[in-house]
């Protein structure tokens, strides 16, 4: 797992702190970005201020390979995230002229509300992988996303090839077994497989299975002898399947 390249993933909206809306991004983005081999360390939900905003985004662009913001880029008093990037890596927040060009495509004569869209951190990049209508925003590390699912989903596997790590391989092993009783075998594996990370996870009201028990490296040999010494370990009649 030291191998894979890292990912830190910012929710940004007030709206998520307060119950109005569910987060269903950060889900997304960390499933989307683990089957590409990205390890997300990190996911952040943080309120509509730009300082705020600054001090979290330039932690994790000094932690992280990979930097994902969502929300707070549209055209109302609350869309600040351009700003709060702006501040946090000190750079003035300018107009794009390709972004101006392109909603002046849509509607001809822009508002000031209009116009905050095609506001971007000075030196910014474009993207505009895949049919994208509206680039994607790139500054440095940080890859701003819209706060909307479906946009944000078509703007990611516009430019999803763009992230790639080493494959991260993942074995399930489930059990009809208590937890606490497991939970001796399972430190006896993690001590002997340092590379392998191992979770536990209990699953209530199920009669097939009471624990899943996962698997994942980046090192298949190390992966499959985990398992084996866990397999080894445990009875025989607990284990309910094995799936790779």
């Not at 993933?9 to 081999?37: C, H, M, P, Y």
């Not at 929300?71 to 003035?92: L, M, R, Y």
Request: charged share 25%.
């Amino acid at each position: 797992m030291a191998q894979a390249k890292t990912a830190g993933i910012i929710i940004i909206g007030d709206e998520i702190l307060t119950g109005k809306v569910q987060d269903s991004n950060s889900f997304f983005l960390a499933k989307e970005l683990w089957s590409r081999g990205i390890n997300v360390c990190r996911i952040s939900v943080i309120p509509d201020l730009t300082d705020e905003i600054a001090r979290e985004v330039r932690f994790f662009s000094e932690t992280y390979d990979y930097v994902f913001t969502s929300g707070g880029i549209g055209p109302t008093h609350d869309d600040i995230t351009i700003e709060g990037i702006s501040q946090a890596f000190g750079v003035k927040t300018v107009i794009n002229d390709t972004l101006r060009k392109v909603l002046e495509q849509r509607h001809s004569v822009l508002t000031p509300a209009q116009l905050k869209m095609a506001e971007v951190p000075e030196r910014a990049e474009l993207l505009n992988d895949g049919d994208m209508k509206f680039p994607l925003i790139k500054f440095g590390n940080v890859f701003i996303f819209p706060g909307i699912p479906e946009l944000l989903k078509k703007k990611f596997h516009a430019v999803e090839h763009r992230f790639s790590g080493p494959k991260i391989f993942l074995i399930r092993v489930y059990f009809r077994e208590s937890e606490s009783v497991l939970a001796g075998y399972l430190n006896e594996v993690v001590e002997s497989e340092m590379n392998v990370k191992i979770g536990s996870y209990p699953v209530l009201d199920n009669q097939d299975y009471s624990v899943i028990v996962t698997f994942e490296s980046t090192d298949r040999s190390k992966l499959e002898s985990a398992v084996r010494l866990l397999l080894g370990k445990a009875p025989a009649e607990k284990v309910i399947r094995v799936v790779a």
